[in-house]
Structures are given as C-alpha cells and as structure tokens.
C-alpha cells in the first residue's frame, strides 16, 4: 500500500480534520477546571519544591502535560463542541490516563472496544465522528474508517507523525525499518503500519540479538520464532538485514534510543566498512523532545538526597514507566500509580512495581522528616499532582 499516497488522500478530505475547530476559547475554562492547578503553579514558582511539616515535596523541573497531550485534549474537547449531537468515539484511549479519558466518557464520548488486543469497529456507523488518538492509529484503521463514510478527527502528536514519515523513507529507499518500542503498543502498531518491512525491538539485549545476526553469529531458526510477532510479514533475517533505518516509539528511554542507534551503526560498519556505510545504514533523531524533557528532570531529580520517589501516570503509558525505571536503576524506593486514590486510607499505598503487579504496601511512608520526589508522565494533568501531593500532606499531618 502506498501510505504517503493514502494520507494526502485523506489529508484532502471533508471528512477529515487535524487542526481543530477554532473553539479553543470555548474549551478553555473547561479545560482549565478539569486539568489544571493552583498548587502546582504555586510550587513552579517556589523552585519546584513545598514544604509542609515534616514533608518536603520535591517536583521536577519538567512533568505532566506535553504540547501534544494538550492538543490532543483540547481538540477532544472541541469536538464534543462542534459535534454536540453526533456519536463521537474514540479509537482508544485519548491518552494513556484514567482521569482524562473519565472525563472524556462524562462528555458522552464512545471508547472502541478491544477484545483480546483487537478493536471492534462494528459499532461505529456512517455518519458518526471518530477521534484519532495522541499516539496515532494505523494505517488499516484509518482507511476502514474513511470507507465507512465517518467524520474523522486526527490528534496525532506531530512527534509521532515524523516517525511514520521517517519509516517512510526507509521504504521509499528500500531499507528495513528497525523500530525501538513495544510491539502491542499501540503507537508502534501504528509505525509498523506505515512502515515496509520492519522489525520491533524492545531493549538493548533484543537489539544486540539482531546486530549479532547480521555479524553472522546468530540461528535462523531461532531468530526467526523469536522475533516472529515483532516482525513485518514474511521477513527473512538474511535478506531483510542487509539494509537497515532505526526509528522509535517517541516514549521509549531516549539513551536506550541512542545506544540502539549507535549498536546497528557499529555493526553495519563492522560488516560492510565506513565506504559502503551509508548504502546500509540509516539514522534520523526520532526522539521526542518532550520524553527527553522529562526524562532529563528526571535524573536530575534521583541525583538529589531523596527519601522515595513517586512516580504518576497511566500503568500503560510507556513514558511514564520509563520514568520509573530511571529512579529504579538509582536504587530509590519508588512507587507508580495512576491515580491519587491510590494513597491511603491510612499509611499504606496501591502501586505497580516495574514489571510486576499492583500490590499494596503499608506502612507506606516512614517517620520523621521526609524527602518525597514526584514526578508524572506527559499525559498526567496538573491537577492529578496536586491531589497526590495533597494526599501525602495528609499522610503527614501538621
């Protein structure tokens, strides 16, 4: 399928918008209510830092709501506006957090349903409004809902728009995409879509397993069946990566990014020298700048003297468990949660430890003073911190 071709198609039609409706002044006061804070405008202004009692409240530097999780939000939000009548539905999620995407479902937006990782779109009609979420659709969903005659509203963050144009370019010049992310996530789903023949990997050990195999030190066999739900239809490890293009999911670790980077570059000069180099290689900056933003804070944070860290956002929300992971490898005692509920009654604490699941711990913090540093992931609003730092005050008392 010709994608390029496929989105000026689509870009040109009635039924298709991505700039929003003009109502930004209208949403505003909503938006502002439902996502924004006094406490944490406040804590901006004092240094990122509050004191209460016991408790020392350390946030950092960059958090919470990205540009692009704005937009998207704000263009939801819009559309309900411009559509007050209409079904609207949303592919998935709008962003990977509960709160919004509650909100959202008070509005009387629709949620596709997903049954065993595959949606159903059986319900959605001609006629109806269907939004296009923060991390984008695929390919094959976009084209089902614009043969269905629906009304289609496009938040794709821009970042993840310039991935698909950088898979796009390694088809168009015949190179194998090799794309650093989740392979059921639903962003890299959507890279995939656009991208020719490609391969998914999560980590640097994956990534070291296909470097090895291009340096002749891999199974065929074994490299096929591993990688067999990763990997474009019929890709074949000894055709397909001679010609190789890194991209990413843009909430992947960004130095586990770079390392990627530099581990096939390395690899393809050790197999074919620096002469031939460019025939074989190909690397474009991918990384968004919003998760190295946060991802930046948030090794400047884990470097301060803390007593634990608190770490909020969706439990699917891939930047967000990056962000954990960072004050997991410095050895801090951290916590991930997805809403303030997740605190108390009483000193305990609901959390998803990296890799496992919810348990709860109590007693959660300890006595005497307290050094707490909080963090979100970029679809975490304002307000939600506020609550969790609410809730630790009172954990604390006077």
Not at 16 to 37: C, D, I, T
Not at 159 to 164: D, M, R
Not at 246 to 269: C, D, H, P, Y
Not at 282 to 297: G, H, K, V, W
């Amino acid at each position: 399928m010709d994608t390029r071709a496929f989105k000026r198609s689509l870009h040109h039609s009635e039924r298709y918008n991505r700039r929003g409706f003009g109502l930004g002044e209208e949403v505003a006061g909503s938006l502002e209510q439902a996502y924004q804070s006094d406490l944490i405008a406040g804590l901006r202004d004092n240094g990122h830092e509050l004191r209460h009692g016991r408790l020392t409240v350390r946030l950092a530097e960059a958090f919470g709501f990205c540009w692009g999780v704005e937009r998207a939000v704000a263009m939801a939000y819009e559309t309900r506006r411009h559509y007050p009548t209409e079904r609207i539905w949303i592919t998935n999620e709008i962003i990977h957090n509960p709160s919004v995407n509650a909100h959202l479902r008070d509005m009387n937006v629709l949620f596709i349903r997903v049954e065993e990782g595959v949606k159903d779109f059986s319900e959605v009609g001609i006629g109806d409004v269907v939004i296009l979420p923060a991390f984008g659709a695929t390919v094959q969903e976009m084209q089902l809902l614009n043969e269905r005659g629906c009304h289609i509203v496009d938040t794709t963050c821009p970042w993840v728009s310039k991935v698909w144009n950088t898979v796009e370019k390694h088809k168009k010049h015949a190179f194998s995409s090799i794309i650093h992310g989740k392979v059921k996530h639903e962003e890299t789903l959507a890279t995939s879509s656009f991208a020719g023949t490609y391969l998914v990997v999560l980590d640097l050990a994956e990534a070291q397993m296909v470097c090895d195999y291009i340096l002749g030190k891999g199974d065929r066999e074994a490299f096929i069946t591993h990688f067999a739900k990763a990997s474009s239809p019929g890709f074949d490890p000894d055709l397909d990566l001679v010609r190789v293009g890194v991209a990413n999911q843009t909430t992947m670790l960004k130095s586990e990014t770079e390392e990627i980077g530099r581990m096939f570059e390395r690899t393809m000069l050790q197999r074919y020298g620096p002469a031939e180099l460019n025939d074989h290689f190909l690397a474009f900056n991918t990384i968004c700048d919003a998760t190295q933003e946060r991802q930046d804070a948030m090794f400047s944070l884990v470097d301060e003297p803390l007593d634990l860290m608190v770490v909020i956002g969706g439990y699917n929300s891939s930047n967000t468990t990056h962000l954990q992971e960072i004050a997991v490898s410095r050895g801090i005692r951290s916590f991930h949660i997805d809403t303030p509920e997740r605190i108390g009654p009483g000193n305990r604490i609901e959390h998803m430890p990296l890799g496992g699941d919810l348990e709860v711990v109590a007693p959660f913090l300890p006595e005497g003073p307290l050094r707490v540093g909080i963090t979100s992931g970029a679809s975490t609003p304002d307000r939600v911190v506020e609550d969790v730092i609410r809730h630790l005050m009172e954990l604390c008392g006077n």
